[in-house]
């Protein structure tokens, strides 16, 4: 599976827009990008996952870019209970099902 | 959807002993995955069972750790003779078979402490 780098730490205030992005340089043509986020004590949760086009839920949007060597989640009106460590994973698909989680992005949401 | 239940949620033991945890997946996951987590890093892979068919496992179960699901339902993640180094999260996740997509369903995971 490509490796993925994402920064270790970001703020962002209550209200706005979280930006957070993940290179993956080395991504293969069948190899999906998953994000999931751990709030403290808690175990991981899945939040969003896309190919080559971008996707929109209830909780987020992933941003892909074109050439797929990096992408971008968006939290479009983050709050204190976003606060959490993000993962991004990529995953080639039809394989041994395990993700492999990196150290992730740690978000603090502020007042 | 009860979600994925760890039991139980913290385990103290001394050096030697034997531990196991249980973990009972969300109830029509055919899928079931142990990760294990240490302070300050991403969830490490530990072994992966499809039904009853424990499928991969890491490098990282010596052969101190077993892991088992009867019956493709439950599943037990059992240390033998712990270490001051087993002291982590043990977290379980189930997830269904959605043709090539992964998403994964964690517990709150189980909290080790060996002293």
């Known amino acids: 599976d490509a490796k993925t780098t994402q920064p270790p730490s970001m703020d962002c205030a209550e209200g706005r827009a979280a930006n957070l992005p993940c290179n993956h340089s080395?991504?293969?043509?069948?190899?999906?990008v998953y994000w999931y986020r751990q709030i403290h004590s808690q175990g991981p949760q899945y939040i969003i996952h896309?190919?080559?086009n971008n996707e929109t839920n209830e909780m987020a949007s992933l941003i892909i870019t074109e050439d797929r060597k990096s992408s971008t989640l968006i939290l479009p009106h983050a709050t204190l209970r976003d606060t959490a460590v993000y993962y991004c994973i990529v995953r080639v698909t039809g394989t041994a099902s395990k993700l492999t989680f990196g150290t992730g992005t740690r978000l603090q949401v502020t007042l | 959807d009860t979600g994925v239940s760890q039991n139980p949620r913290h385990k103290i033991t001394k050096r030697g002993q034997n531990v196991t945890f249980r973990c009972d997946p969300i109830s029509e996951h055919n899928r079931l995955y142990w990760y294990r987590q240490t302070l300050g890093q991403g969830p490490e892979f530990l072994t992966y069972?499809?039904?009853?068919?424990?499928?991969?496992k890491s490098r990282l179960l010596s052969d101190r750790f077993s892991a088992e699901r009867p019956k493709g339902s439950f599943s037990t993640l059992e240390i033998q003779r712990t270490e001051q180094g087993d002291s982590a999260m043990y977290l379980c996740?189930?997830?269904?078979?959605?043709?090539?997509?992964?998403?994964?369903?964690f517990g709150s995971g189980t909290q080790l402490s060996v002293l």
């Open positions: 896309g190919l080559k």
């Open positions: 996740a189930s997830s269904p078979q959605q043709g090539q997509i992964e998403k994964l369903f």
């Open positions: 069972f499809q039904n009853e068919a424990q499928l991969e």
């Open positions: 080395t991504i293969s043509g069948n190899e999906y």
